[in-house]
Each structure stands twice: as C-alpha cells, then as structure tokens.
Nanobody, 121 residues
Framework: VQLQASGGGSVQAGGSLRLSCAVSGLTTSDNFMSWFRQAPGEERKFVAGISWRLGSKRYAESVKGRFTISRDSAAYTVYLQMSSLKPEDTALYYC???????????????WGQGTQVTVSS
C-alpha cells in the first residue's frame, strides 16, 4: 500500500485544516487507516483511525470533538478534518495503514510522508 499525505499548513489557533491521504495498492478492504502525529522531541502518537470497509472510527482523547476522520472509498482517499486547532496540535502528521484495527505506530505496515501542521497562538 502506498500513501501520499497532503494538506498541511500554518493557521492561527481556532482555525481549521483538512489533510488528505491518497491510497494506492490497497488489496483488501480490511485495512485500518490512521493518522498519527509527531512533534519535535516526542514519540509518534495516534490521532484518529477509520476502518476502510466498515467506516468505524477511533480518536485520541486529545482530538475528540475537534477532528473528524473520513474516507472516500471511490476516490481512495482518507481525510482528517481538523477544527478548533490549538498550538499543541502543531506536529508532523502522517497517514498510515495496518491490517486490522490498531492504534499503535508499531502496528502500521505502510506510512505516507509527513505533512506539517503549524498552529500559532
């Protein structure tokens, strides 16, 4: 599976951004598609994930109510709509996929390149 992330940028606190992850080479519908983020000096952390087949979603507590993950199966794209952004959301955001529901970075089998999100106060 190949993943291509895009959509990062710089916004002020309270603003919104939408990240996209183009998916290719998907051979099974059982994949779990996730977004992770990594701030400088910190470990890579799970943000949100969605089952490709069922559309069921999971979120980190820190983003619940502010971020929404979705997927367009026909367009083979996963989105992360981010609203009410905070400076602590600043990080390099990665899309990833795992063969089943897995919110750990070690469980991911493919990664996209990161896209930078910077939120200023």
């Amino acid at each position: 599976v190949q993943l291509q992330a895009s959509g990062g940028g710089s916004v002020q606190a309270g603003g919104s951004l939408r990240l996209s992850c183009a998916v290719s080479g998907l051979t099974t519908s059982d994949n779990f598609m996730s977004w992770f983020r990594q701030a400088p000096g910190e470990e890579r952390k799970f943000v949100a994930g969605i089952s490709w087949r069922l559309g069921s979603k999971r979120y980190a507590e820190s983003v619940k109510g502010r971020f929404t993950i979705s997927r367009d199966s026909a367009a083979y794209t996963v989105y992360l709509q981010m609203s009410s952004l905070k400076p602590e959301d600043t990080a390099l955001y990665y899309c990833a996929t795992s063969p089943g529901v897995d919110t750990t970075a070690i469980g991911a089998v493919s990664w996209g390149q990161g896209t930078q999100v910077t939120v200023s106060s």
